[in-house]
């Protein structure tokens, strides 16, 4: 989008030059008129520039970087309010860390400096370049962001035992030692490696929590997610063990295939060719060799290590994947990581409200969930969930604060009501997968995703590209939709009864249909209007159905009834049970007076 504007962005970060041919010239970064420096304004190459005089060169982000003075996520922060365009994100509430103590940090004593050149080829000038220090008699790493002191581990010399600073922030480690200006860098598996790239000249920084995957990388990832985007490429430099290899899978699944490079050493890591004395040019061999990760390339079986955990979990009864919240229903639905599901129903007849209990579940289950509901602004869709989490229709503020506060960590809203357009839904919900790890993404619903009512084929390749979304990201999607009324809404529907395309239901791969009784709710009416009790049997019918219309991957289709708690908004999976409490209150005080 910028190169298209090259010329504009040309004259306005260096007004004193001057078009000639198909060139903006001017003397340097510095602005003056001249001629050495020279940016292309049109074809393949626009906005690509060369500085002749010093041999610098770059594209259009560079120059504004370059010109400014700025380090690139400036840039790049300036670059978008540039070109008006505002970032679809989803942001985490603000989080509180700890900083390291400062106290008792002193300069590297003689033995560890000694140690760091001898033994670990670390010259005294990378040291400084990162500030290495000591505390406690230990070798201090300090995570330095932006000049200040976010984290810090440190390491007893020479034995191999580490500690930290509880409580900072999970980050990298090595900003210290970068310009801000680098649009690539390696990420490796420990400090003393960055402190060894550094040495040979190669931007690098180091995960904080060493190799895994799971909470070892997405704590970072979620950290540093924004500050990463200034790298073009990311060359993975971890170790080849089964940890080295998780992580790695972790990265590339978050921080996006596209970019990620897989990095072969010489030796076992980056400190050991030090170590070893692998000459500079093998190192950058190496990094010119990294591989990419397009899909189709051979994959090392050890990949497959937690898919192969998961799959003989299944086969024991543990299908990895979230169960809906009655426990009647057990494993015979499971909504499977990789899947989605879709949700019919006729108006009012419970799918909203359903799905906030489904949503709760998968909370409760230790899922990580977004919801999108175009129906509702975030705040009523979250009192609606609040009533069935608490069980009461009314909670106290407290109470109100602590289930806002469980929601924590747990559930994000796609804050849009109206019509949202497919390509901003699935752009924020690969952003929430990649830096929260969310794992149940709930649309509500496929009429308010911005097709028009008789635009089938549009709703039927968004509803192929959740199912793209889906296995690139390994969630689920639950996506709730219309069904048609038909003659009557006295009769639960099926999966043909879909709105639109019955390709939509082909594609996925559970259907289920949200069936509210209303012949019971008539019959209750029209016995209380003659001033009579319902017949018994009447009361005892379920208030609603939930039907499984089809599972291509489980066992069974099965039909749910529920009954419809007022006060709460749960569906309950027997005639006399009382709601249960998602989320219990902090104090005793918070169940009041409507203790359920
Ligand atoms: N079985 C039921 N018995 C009584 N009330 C119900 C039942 N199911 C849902 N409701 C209530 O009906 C109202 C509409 O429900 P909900 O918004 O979930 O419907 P919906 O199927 O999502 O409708 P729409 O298609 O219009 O979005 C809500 O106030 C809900 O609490």
């Known amino acids: 989008m910028l190169a298209q504007r090259a010329e504009d962005v040309a004259a306005m970060l260096l007004p004193e030059g001057a078009r000639q041919g198909r060139e903006w010239c001017v003397g340097s970064l510095g602005g003056e008129a001249g001629a050495s420096l020279k940016v292309h304004l049109g074809g393949s190459k626009a906005g690509v520039w060369a500085d002749f005089a010093t041999g610098e060169s770059g594209d259009l982000l560079d120059l504004w970087a370059g010109v400014r003075g700025l380090t690139l996520t400036q840039a790049i922060a300036q670059v978008h309010a540039y070109l008006g365009l505002r970032e679809h994100r989803i942001e985490n509430p603000g989080r509180s860390y700890r900083r390291p103590s400062r106290e008792g940090v002193s300069s590297l004593p003689p033995q560890i400096a000694e140690w760091l050149s001898t033994v670990r080829k670390i010259s005294p000038e990378t040291a400084v370049r990162f500030k290495l220090a000591s505390r406690k008699g230990a070798l201090m790493f300090p995570y330095l962001r932006g000049g200040e002191l976010v984290a810090a581990k440190y390491r007893k010399v020479p034995a191999k035992e580490f500690f930290v600073d509880a409580d900072c922030e999970p980050c990298l480690f090595g900003w210290q030692a970068l310009t801000g200006r680098e649009r690539s860098v390696v990420l490796c598996e420990g400090e003393m490696d960055a402190l060894a790239f550094a040495e040979y000249g190669v931007p690098a920084l ?24 200034q790298f073009d490429t990311l060359f993975l430099a971890l170790d080849d063990d089964l940890a080295g290899q998780q992580a790695t899978a972790e990265i590339v699944k978050r921080l996006g295939r596209e970019r990620c490079r897989l990095v072969t050493l010489p030796r076992k890591d980056a400190n050991a060719c030090l170590m070893d004395q692998i000459p500079r040019d093998e190192i950058v061999a190496a990094l010119s060799a990294s591989r990419t990760l397009d899909p189709e390339q051979l994959r090392q079986a050890s990949e497959f290590a937690d898919a192969l955990v998961e799959e003989f979990a299944a086969a024991v009864g543990q299908e990895a994947g979230i169960r809906l919240p009655w426990q009647k229903a057990g ?22 409200q359903g799905m906030g209990q489904v949503t709760l579940g998968a909370l409760v289950q230790d899922y990580r969930c977004c919801v999108a ?23 106290t503020a407290g109470y109100v604060r602590h289930v806002a506060h469980w929601f924590h960590d747990k559930l994000w809203v796609f804050d849009t009501t109206g019509t949202a357009k497919v390509d901003v839904i699935l752009e924020v919900f690969a952003y929430a997968a990649r830096r929260y790890g969310v794992q149940f993404f709930l649309i509500d619903n496929l009429a308010k995703c911005g097709f028009d009512e008789d635009d089938y084929s549009g709703q039927k390749r968004f509803v192929d590209r959740l199912t793209d979304f889906a296995k690139e990201y390994s969630v689920h999607v639950a996506l709730v939709h219309h069904m048609r009324k038909g003659e009557t809404e006295d009769k639960p529907g099926g999966k043909l009864d879909a709105k639109g395309s019955g390709g939509i239901t082909d594609m996925v791969d559970t259907c ?17 209007l003659k001033r009579e009790e319902p017949e018994e049997d009447v009361l005892g019918k379920p208030d609603a159905l939930l039907l499984f219309d089809k599972q291509r991957n489980g066992e069974c289709e099965p039909t749910f009834a529920l009954w419809f708690d007022q006060r709460s908004t749960q569906f309950l999976a027997h005639v006399r049970e009382r709601p249960t409490r998602f989320v219990c209150p902090a104090v005793a005080d918070d169940l009041g007076p409507t203790r359920a």
């Open 512 to 528: 289920a249909v949200w069936w509210r009784n209303k012949p019971k709710e008539r019959a209750i009416k029209k016995a209380r």
């Open 373 to 395: 509901s175009m129906e509702f602004k975030p705040v009523k869709w979250l009192k609606r969930m609040v009533r069935q989490a608490t069980a009461t229709e009314q909670p």
């Open 331 to 352: 494993d015979q639905v499971v909504l499977r990581p990789e899947e989605v599901s879709i949700w019919l129903g006729v108006n009012g007849h419970g799918k909203s």
């Open 206 to 229: 180091s995960v904080p929590f060493g190799g895994g995957n799971g909470a070892k990388q997405a704590r970072w990832i979620e950290s540093e997610f924004d500050r990463l985007s």
